[in-house]
């Protein structure tokens, strides 16, 4: 089968791969109908972590091929979404609603043990606790949106979740990629009253408006601080949506929290420590996040989804067949697409 395969930064190839097979009697095999190119695979391409032959790929929607011998919820010829990341859904963290600490899982196109999503097809380990199966045809209208389920859209919602949005709340989100205007989307969802979208895409800003941005602050470093606090009579916000990961993403986060509030991470740490511990205590700040378990969220945010409240699909700006998976990180990379559908 074909699968893409990143060999250094800027180097990512569409290659022929082992077929997806069935190793373990807990797995399931799905042919890829859709996925996508995230922004957590810029990292790696940017020469980040060395990921030398790689398969990348962490979100899709498939259709169930096979199923291992103790495979029980799951038949062939399902539509399901496949979250990031694999979960036994059985285990104390599983219970607890934190599938990615799930103490059988692991994550998909990272060079663990599972492949990746940017393919024909993939071995999905733990099939029963990770893929959730859908009501709906292989080219439903809201395929774009059901596949957001898989990573940004959860992954926006946990960085509402985790910082404490709430009725009536002032938000800032941090950055105007795909994980950022779903955060919006979240925020709003939740119920905050204001959002300020922190980004300087006019595209993009303009959807972050449509999803629900009340106000845009396009400068960056210190004007941008004191932007936030001009628009929040000086206090900074009740909650942060940090959903970049560089250094100066946390600095601007912890600088616009206002006190007792929370900066919910979500964008992957480009950082080793986070900055301002002291006024981080004197000011009763909470700094929450991680991988969110979008697992989790899918019973909360699909009759969204299903009955039109919420188009997180409408963050996709392009569709490339496999092929176009190589121009579909450079487009992303260099800004020219927001977030790239591959329709294997
Ligand atoms: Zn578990």
Same mark, same amino acid.
């Given at each position: 089968?074909?699968?893409?395969? +990143?060999? !250094?930064?800027?180097?990512?190839?569409?290659?022929?791969?082992?077929?997806?097979?069935?190793?373990?009697?807990?797995?399931?095999?799905? &042919?890829?109908?859709?996925?996508?190119? #995230?922004?957590?695979?810029?990292?790696?391409?940017? @020469?980040?972590?060395?990921?030398?032959?790689?398969? +990348?790929?962490?979100?899709?929607?498939?259709?169930?091929?096979?199923?291992?011998?103790?495979?029980?919820?799951?038949?062939?010829? =399902?539509?399901?979404?496949?979250?990031?990341?694999?979960?036994?859904?059985? #285990?104390?963290?599983?219970?607890?609603?934190?599938?990615?600490?799930?103490?059988?899982?692991?994550?998909?196109?990272?060079?663990?043990?599972?492949?990746?999503?940017?393919?024909?097809?993939?071995?999905?380990?733990?099939?029963?606790?990770?893929?959730?199966?859908?009501?709906?045809?292989?080219?439903?209208?809201?395929?774009?949106?059901?596949?957001?389920?898989?990573?940004?859209?959860?992954?926006?919602?946990?960085?509402?979740?985790?910082?404490? /949005?709430?009725?009536?709340?002032?938000?800032? /989100?941090?950055?105007?990629?795909?994980?950022?205007?779903?955060? *919006?989307?979240?925020? !709003? &969802?939740?119920?905050?009253?204001?959002?300020?979208? +922190?980004?300087?895409?006019?595209?993009?800003?303009?959807?972050? &408006?449509?999803?629900?941005?009340?106000?845009?602050?396009?400068?960056?470093?210190?004007?941008?601080?004191?932007?936030?606090?001009?628009?929040?009579?000086?206090?900074?916000?009740?909650?942060?949506?940090? #959903?970049?990961?560089?250094?100066?993403?946390?600095?601007?986060?912890?600088?616009?929290?206002?006190?007792?509030?929370?900066?919910?991470? /979500?964008?992957?740490?480009?950082?080793?420590?986070?900055?301002?511990? =002291?006024? +981080?205590?004197?000011?009763? *700040?909470?700094?929450?996040?991680?991988?969110?378990? *979008?697992?989790?969220?899918?019973?909360?945010?699909?009759?969204?989804?299903?009955?039109?409240?919420?188009?997180? @699909?409408?963050?996709?700006? &392009?569709?490339?067949?496999?092929?176009?998976?190589?121009?579909?990180?450079?487009?992303?990379?260099?800004?020219?697409?927001? !977030? *790239?559908?591959?329709?294997?």
């Amino acid at each position: 089968m074909r699968a893409t395969v +990143m060999y !250094k930064a800027g180097d990512v190839r569409i290659e022929h791969v082992p077929d997806a097979s069935i190793q373990n009697p807990t797995d399931a095999i799905i &042919r890829v109908t859709r996925a996508c190119i #995230c922004g957590s695979d810029l990292w790696p391409y940017n @020469g980040g972590p060395n990921v030398t032959g790689q398969q +990348m790929g962490h979100e899709a929607i498939g259709v169930v091929e096979e199923v291992g011998r103790d495979v029980q919820r799951l038949r062939r010829g =399902q539509i399901v979404v496949m979250p990031f990341a694999y979960s036994d859904g059985r #285990c104390m963290f599983c219970d607890d609603g934190l599938q990615t600490a799930c103490v059988h899982g692991g994550f998909f196109g990272n060079g663990g043990e599972a492949g990746g999503a940017q393919a024909e097809a993939l071995r999905v380990p733990q099939a029963d606790g990770t893929l959730y199966p859908l009501s709906v045809g292989e080219d439903d209208a809201l395929m774009p949106s059901l596949l957001t389920l898989s990573d940004v859209m959860g992954t926006g919602h946990h960085a509402a979740v985790t910082a404490r /949005v709430r009725r009536g709340g002032t938000v800032a /989100v941090v950055g105007d990629g795909a994980v950022s205007l779903c955060g *919006v989307i979240a925020a !709003k &969802r939740l119920g905050s009253e204001q959002i300020i979208i +922190m980004g300087r895409h006019q595209q993009r800003i303009e959807l972050a &408006r449509q999803f629900g941005a009340t106000e845009v602050v396009s400068e960056r470093g210190d004007a941008a601080i004191e932007r936030v606090r001009e628009l929040t009579g000086s206090f900074g916000v009740q909650s942060v949506l940090e #959903c970049v990961g560089t250094e100066q993403a946390i600095d601007t986060s912890m600088s616009i929290v206002r006190p007792g509030g929370a900066v919910g991470r /979500v964008g992957v740490p480009h950082y080793t420590t986070i900055p301002g511990a =002291q006024p +981080m205590f004197f000011r009763n *700040v909470i700094v929450a996040g991680g991988p969110a378990p *979008v697992r989790a969220y899918i019973d909360e945010l699909l009759p969204d989804v299903m009955e039109g409240r919420i188009e997180p @699909g409408r963050v996709f700006d &392009r569709t490339v067949p496999l092929d176009g998976v190589p121009d579909g990180y450079r487009a992303m990379n260099e800004r020219e697409a927001l !977030k *790239v559908m591959v329709q294997p």
